[in-house]
Structures are given as C-alpha cells and as structure tokens.
C-alpha cells in the first residue's frame, strides 16, 4: 500500500469544508469515494488515504455546503501510483471554470486546432524499483503550439541552472509530466515553464510573470514522490486568434448537391477555407424541419425533432448507385435542372428528394438493415429515434405534424411506438424508411466533421432556443413545455414590432427535476457533429420574451420569468387613478383619425363601441390581434385586410400590460411604451413618471433575479459536453449577461451594426479577446447590401468610423468590402467569423452582382423564405487559388493562425 496525501490551497467561507473524490481508473463507472479534508487555517486542506500500488487514480476536489456540494471544474486529475513509492505528495491548485485554459480545453482546440501527434511519443517512463525521491511537475497547459513542447527550467542542477530545461511529456495531453529524481530530502526550487523545439531542445518562449516557487519535504531517503500540478502556461498575452466562414448548409452549391447544400458539400467547403486560413465553419442549425411539406418548412429554427437531422441535406448520390437505369437518367435531369436555379426551391427538393429516397429505400435496405453499423446507429439513438420515425409516419398518415389532431396517437406512447414500428407491422416500412434517413444523415455529417477536422478546421454548429410547437420533442414530453405561451424576441433596430417565434417556452421546473436530463441529452448529441457550437439568443436563458397565444406581434409580450409591479409600488412611483386607463387599448377620435384614414367610419360602425367622451373600445370579436387576423382572413373580409396592421397597433397601445392571475394587482410595463399613442396623451410629470419605472424595471429590477436564473440553468448544459460555447447575445441585453457568460467561459458575440453600450458602430479594435466578432451575419444584409441599401448611415460610417473625407460611394467597392474585413481580422477577438458572401465580396469577379440577393433572414418577416443559396459551386471557387491565398495573406497579416 501507498500513502496518498493531498494539500491543496483553498479560502473557503464558514460552513464550508473540502473533499475528494477518488477512484481507480478501472472503476470509472463506479460511484466514487469521498474523503473530508482538514484545516487549521480555513485555506490549507489536507488528507491522506492509502491505495493500491501498480494503478491510477482519478480524483477530484470539491466544497460541501449547506446548498449542496460544488465540484472544481474539469478535467478530473490523475495520479499514477508506481510499485516504489512509499508518500506521494499532491499539491494542487483549485481549477476555476472562469480561466482561459478552460477555452483551449475544448474539443474544439484539444481535438482539432492544437490536436498534437502522440503516436510519436513516448511514454513517460514509469519509476524504476531502485528509486530515489522525485519531483514530479505536472502542467495543465491546453494552449500550446503542436510544434512547440513544454520544458522545466530553475535555479538547481535537476532543472538544469536555468540553461537547460527538462523537457515534459506530452503523452498525457493536456498535462505535460516530467519525474526528476532529487538527492537531497528537502529544499526550495525557483523554476519557470518554457516552451521549446522538439528537436533540439532550444527555448522558443518563457512564461510571463515572476518564478515558479516550489518547498519540498520527504521523510526518507527513498520512495518519495512530492508532485505539484500546476495551472496553465503564462503566456505573456494570448497568442492563438483565428478565422472562419458561416453559411448555412441549405446554402450551399456543389455540382454533386441536388437543388440544395448538403452534409458533404462540407467536405469541399473545408478545402477552400484551408486554402484561405480558415479554422471554422459555422452552421445553422442542422435538424430536421419537414413540418408541413411547404416552402415554410425552409425556417431552419423550427425543427420537429432536436435530435433528428434534416433528410434534404443527405447526398444522394453517396447512399448508393440507381440500379434502373430510368432512375438515373432521370435522377440527372432532375439534379442538373434544380442546381441551374439561382435560389433553393425548397418544394421542388423535398418532392424529388424524397421521392429518389424512397426508391434508394426499396433498393438499399435489407443491406444496410444487416450492417454491423446500422444496428450500432439504432441501438445508440433508439430513445429517440424510434419515436422520431413513428412521428413521422403519423405526420404523413395524417397530413399534420399537429398531433392534436391526429385521429390516432395523439398522446405519446411508448407501447404504441414499439407496436408500429415493430417488423411485421402495417406500418414497419413507413416507419424503418426515416431510420433508414437518419442513418444516412448521421454518418455523412459525421464523414464531413471528419474530414474538415484533418485539415484542422472545427465544425461549429447553432443550438435554437425553442422547439416547434407540433414536434416530436412537444409530443413526447408536453410537460417540459408551456404550451400556452409562445417565445418570441423584444423589439430592436432591426425588427421595430419584436418577433413572434411561436415557439412553446420551457418549464424549467419541471425540466430540472431529472438534472436538466433532456438538455445533457440534447448537448450530447449535438457533440457528436459539432466541435463548438454557438448558443442562439442566449438571453432567453436569462428570461425569455413571452407572447400570450391570443397576439401577434411581439410588442404584446413580456419577460419570463418577470417580477410584475403590485398596484402600491406604482403608487409609489406616482401613477394615479383608475389602471384600466393605461391598461386598456387607448382610442381617442383622433387616434382613429390618423390610423386609419378613410376607413374611420368602418372601423368606428363595425369594430368599436364608445364608451364616452369621444373613446372607443374594440368589440369583442376583434379585442385580440389573433382575432383581428382570423376575421379579416375570412373570405368576406379579405377586401379589408389592410387594416389588420393598424388594428395590431391599436391593440397594443397600451401602457401597462396586466400580470396573468393577479387579478388586476400586478402590472409590467409595455415596452416601447414611450412610442405609444397613450404615452403621447400624457403630460410631461407623467410621462417623467413613466419614464422612470420603465427604466426601473427593465434595467435594474430583474438584474440579480435574472442571473439566478442563468446560474441555475445554464452549468448544467455547457458543461454536458467538452464543446468550445459561444453564445449570441445580442438585442435588449440583461445587465448580468457579460458576468454570466465570463464565468462560465461564454464566448459572445460582437457585430459591428448591433454595438454593445451606447454607440452607433462597434470597433473592433477594442473588442475582448474573448470574443468573436463578424462583419454581419443571417439575420441582416451583407456589408454590400447594408451600404447601398442606407446611402445615409454609410455617409455617417464613412466619415466617423472609416474616419475617410468627403462623399462616400453610392456603390460598396470591393475595396471597402475589404477594408471592413481587415478591421474584423485585426481585431483581438479569438475569433473573427465572415459570412461567405462579404469574403467574396473582396473579388469583382467572384462577387454576386447583386447585393440585396445575399440576406439569408429577414427577422422581420414572420413569413420569411429560407432559400438563399451560393452562386458559385465550390468546386469552381477551390480552384480560384489566387483569391484564396489572398485571403489566406489578409488572415496571415493580422496575427492569425491560418496553419
């Protein structure tokens, strides 16, 4: 036996004690030991136990209190016990979440950018049996060059008098290790880390900061192992910033895709963006929308399953050849008509599409179905696969994914699930065929992960906020979502009304109850096709903006979760009389004057009822904006559907909106209030008083209620994985949202149009390093089309930002287009991430010719068609290598990592 003591340094608060948690390596899946450690002080702990020679242990530190114990953040620690050793000494440090080693620790820089090349190392040698006692020094250093190695250098002979360091092995990467033997029993060392050439062992880097100071202590002469681990290399500043490309997979254009992109079309998109430098691709999210078999299913954020991805993005081709000979024939006609389209025609793809797979069904199944692979992909997926293909039968049977209405099934059922898609069933074959699709999607976006990670390059992919009301996931598990609400989007610059998503919010109390289960599942899978992973609209984990089911527009909403105002603390604040004043439509004779125009008498006969003094109020039948849109979308109506907008805005001109349940005694602030026909009525004391709890309650009430909440939801899903998290925080932003996402080591987001703080443009070069930034991105136009589209606002960035004289052009030259990306390129941001199209945007000859053709979402537009597509396969584009190694220079001159 062995002892195993362990110190570690740590000011804990009263109530609170240390421990660790133990285990040998070959016991990983079983519940681990724990022992309590001791203090004198409240900052140094120690404890020692005694453990089997000959074997590894995996431990790790955490804190008990009164709310529950807190662990140390990973990766969980390791300690080798060799046959020889009598104490080993453990002096470790606390591992913090909010530290930069926890970036490079993802899978992102671990497994791909800074992947290193063990299969050439050595092992570190164990310790022979004669031993004498060693100093083991163990780094955790994530964040180093792979042509680069770690060193030990100090101020004694086994570190080499500060001219010769010990070089560590990287064997156990991230951990550098090196075990030096000391003749001496006790002493102080100063050292430093180096990083150093393989080869010839010559220092290339010391750390930063002052030396390394280590006290040692053995009671014997031999059989003694006193190991420090220590956290991180100190890089003077941070030294790896690279660059990527976004484009949605949809978007994509190769000569093999069939009318749109698909999963392997990444595989030569990774091509080009290694010509160019690039070490990300980004994507929008990759599930399955297949809803109602219309155009509408394009919304790439409105998936029916969060774990089953998207049929229209398989190649075809790569499943297998047509054996008849017409269906190749006309499988080639078909191809080569729908990629002469400029833009995706999502209905002619999902007929053809699913047409040729069905036939690739009927011709393929029974060996694919024997595979050794395929019944892996089942048996792995099955909790939700199976239900995600029965879904889709009942989807078809049915002609609706709303299950409500379904003749049959409409409540989930594990037994029913088995019953139809049991082989022999009626219904085996309808429902094996969309197994059979996701076996083929799994693998290829795999092959493409793959491939694009052997040139070095991270595949990043997007996880929405929300689920689709008529989904799998609502099917499945109602409970975990409030089907009452939909979640939507406050109003900003770029969508003046607020966006209604129609998505059911989460029951983040019913969804904690197992752990946050759901969500670790959901993470999971994501990770097996994503290396990093950007979070949309992380705010909504702070609150969420929540539409009542009866309105349209998103200026009818409200946070949740919220802490509404009672009716004394508006008191307070100096609102007075009657609340239905500014709880009600407000509808003056004049208001209706200037909405409505010609139509007043109409409105007035057939909509309103007066109540007085020259004021309105609508008639029940038209008393919400979901009623308004029902009514006039009635055939007898149509001819007055102009009037839906102005009725919207009616609605909604409020000041006060009542709290749900409270029976008139809680009440939230509109907002926007202040752009209200009710807020203009008042007089400038109350309009000062309104002023004041809307900025009240927007901006300071929620702020620690709020990052309660992200605390409580957010750990629990970056930590899932070992994905690298970035998170779009953008919009109306919370005051707790920067500190949340520090902490836990969030990248977020910069766009240079939508600037955080008070100010019209970003600069890039004052971004954090921890942040990426982009020109622009999906949800608004290009550089070229935001130019030309507002010749105004480009005046004002030409002058102010560009700090350029004179008369700005009317026309975005590419030269402007590359100054604007060689901004974002020199910006300290870790990331710099390009649309496609503003990198093409450099070349006259490779550009689209026209600009206002390459936004791929207009937020705005509920209705909005997703169908945007490259004009340029990327075959043609890898082979435009001067473009590309031009790009390549302009990533290369900024500072960042193109090799």
């Given at each position: ?9 740590y ?38 136990i005694?453990v ?44 913090v979440?909010?530290n ?6 993802s ?22 049996d ?31 008098n ?55 202590q ?23 910033r ?30 080009v ?31 029916i ?65 024997s ?61 094996w ?5 996701q ?45 009452d ?56 984990f702070?609150?969420i ?29 100096g ?27 109409y ?22 904006q979901v ?67 809307y ?51 969030i ?153």
């Amino acid at each position: 036996m062995v002892n195993l003591h362990f110190h570690i340094h740590y000011l804990t608060s009263p109530g609170e004690q240390l421990f660790v948690d133990y285990h040998p390596q070959y016991k990983s899946s079983e519940q681990p030991q724990r022992i309590m450690l001791r203090t004198l002080d409240g900052g140094h702990w120690i404890g020692n136990i005694s453990v089997d020679a000959e074997t590894t242990y995996i431990y790790q530190y955490g804190i008990q209190q009164i709310q529950g114990d807190v662990m140390e953040t990973k990766p969980a620690r390791q300690i080798r016990i060799d046959t020889d050793a009598k104490n080993i000494y453990l002096f470790d440090f606390w591992r913090v979440r909010q530290n930069l080693n926890q970036i490079f620790l993802s899978a992102a820089f671990r497994d791909v950018i800074l992947k290193r090349d063990l299969s050439t190392r050595d092992k570190l040698p164990t310790l022979p049996d004669n031993a004498k006692n060693h100093l083991s020094f163990m780094l955790l250093a994530p964040d180093v060059d792979p042509g680069l190695v770690v060193g030990v250098i100090g101020d004694s002979d086994f570190l080499g008098n500060w001219q010769h360091p010990v070089i560590l092995s990287d064997h156990a990467f991230p951990v550098w290790k090196a075990h030096i033997p000391v003749d001496n029993m006790g002493g102080t060392v100063s050292y430093k880390y180096v990083l150093c050439d393989p080869e010839s062992g010559e220092v290339k880097a010391w750390e930063d900061g002052g030396n390394r100071v280590l006290n040692y202590q053995f009671p014997g002469e031999t059989g003694g192992r006193h190991c420090v681990t220590d956290e991180g290399f100190r890089h003077a500043a941070p030294w790896w910033r690279g660059a990527g490309v976004a484009m949605p997979v949809f978007s994509l254009r190769t000569k093999k895709s069939f009318g749109i992109g698909e999963f392997l079309d990444i595989i030569t998109l990774s091509d080009v963006c290694a010509q160019a430098g690039m070490k990300m691709i980004q994507v929008l999210p990759v599930n399955d929308t297949i809803a109602n078999k219309t155009w509408k299913d394009s919304y790439p954020y409105a998936a029916i399953s969060v774990f089953a991805l998207h049929p229209l993005y398989i190649n075809l081709q790569d499943i297998a050849p047509f054996t008849k000979k017409s269906h190749a024939q006309k499988f080639n006609r078909d191809l080569k008509k729908l990629n002469a389209l400029e833009q995706v025609d999502f209905n002619a793809v999902l007929e053809l599409k699913m047409a040729y797979l069905r036939i690739l069904y009927d011709q393929e199944r029974e060996k694919v179905f024997s595979t050794r692979a395929f019944k892996k992909f089942v048996k792995d997926n099955k909790s939700w696969l199976l239900p995600y293909a029965v879904f889709c039968h009942l989807r078809d049977e049915n002609g609706t994914p709303d299950f409500n209405q379904w003749r049959a099934h409409s409540t989930f059922s594990q037994r029913a699930i088995n019953a139809l898609a049991k082989k022999g069933s009626k219904t085996y074959e309808d429902v094996w065929f969309y197994i059979f699709l996701q076996y083929h999607a799994d693998r290829q976006l795999k092959e493409a992960k793959s491939y694009a990670a052997e040139k070095g390059i991270v595949l990043k992919g997007d996880l929405p906020i929300g689920i689709y009301r008529y989904s799998c996931d609502a099917w499945m598990a109602p409970e975990l979502y409030h089907m009452d609400e939909q979640a939507g989007a406050p109003p900003d610059d770029y969508s003046e009304l607020g966006q209604n998503w129609g998505f059911p919010t989460y029951n983040w109390e019913e969804m904690a109850k197992d752990g946050f289960a759901w969500w670790k599942s959901r993470m999971h899978k994501l990770s097996e096709y994503f290396d990093a992973l950007r979070i949309d609209h992380i705010l909504g984990f702070f609150r969420i903006w929540q539409i009542p089911l009866d309105q349209v527009q998103g200026t009818m909403g409200m946070f949740n979760p919220r802490l509404a105002y009672h009716m004394h603390e508006l008191y307070r604040f100096g609102v007075e009389g009657d609340l239905m004043r500014y709880s009600r439509p407000f509808i003056p004779e004049y208001v209706l004057y200037e909405l409505f125009e010609d139509d007043v008498e109409y409105v007035v006969q057939n909509l309103l009822e007066g109540i007085g003094h020259g004021h309105y109020r609508l008639r029940e039948f038209v008393n919400t904006q979901v009623k308004v849109r029902d009514f006039f979308n009635q055939e007898k109506n149509q001819s007055r559907k102009h009037l839906i907008r102005p009725l919207y805005q009616l609605i909604s001109d409020v000041l006060l909106l009542e709290e749900p349940g409270s029976e008139a005694s809680g009440f939230n602030p509109r907002i926007t209030l202040n752009k209200t026909f009710s807020y203009q009525a008042l007089s400038d004391h109350e309009k000062g008083i309104f002023d004041t709890l809307y900025v009240e309650y927007y901006y300071q009430r929620h702020d620690d209620f709020w990052r309660r909440q992200a605390m409580w939801k957010l750990p629990p899903i970056v930590n899932a994985t070992d994905m690298l998290i970035c998170g779009e925080d953008l919009g109306m932003i919370p005051a707790p949202v920067p500190g949340v996402m520090k902490e836990l080591n969030i990248i977020p987001l910069e766009i240079q149009r939508m600037p955080k703080g008070n100010t019209r443009y970003g600069n890039p070069a004052a971004y954090d390093y921890l942040t990426v930034c982009s020109p622009s991105c999906h949800d608004m136009s290009t550089i070229r089309g935001w130019w030309e589209a507002d010749h105004e606002n480009a005046q004002l960035f030409y002058n102010t930002h560009l700090q350029i004289m004179g008369q700005a052009p009317q026309t975005c030259y590419s030269s402007l287009v590359e100054m604007i990306n060689r901004e974002h390129l020199n910006a300290p941001s870790i990331l710099a991430i390009f649309p496609l199209q503003d990198l093409l945007g450099m070349d006259d000859q490779l550009k689209k010719e026209d600009p206002f053709a390459e936004q791929i979402n207009e937020p705005s537009d509920p209705d909005h068609y997703w169908r945007y597509r490259l004009h340029i396969d990327l075959e043609d584009l890898n082979k435009e290598t001067a473009f590309l190694h031009r790009v390549r220079q302009l990533v290369r001159d900024s500072g960042r990592i193109v090799e």
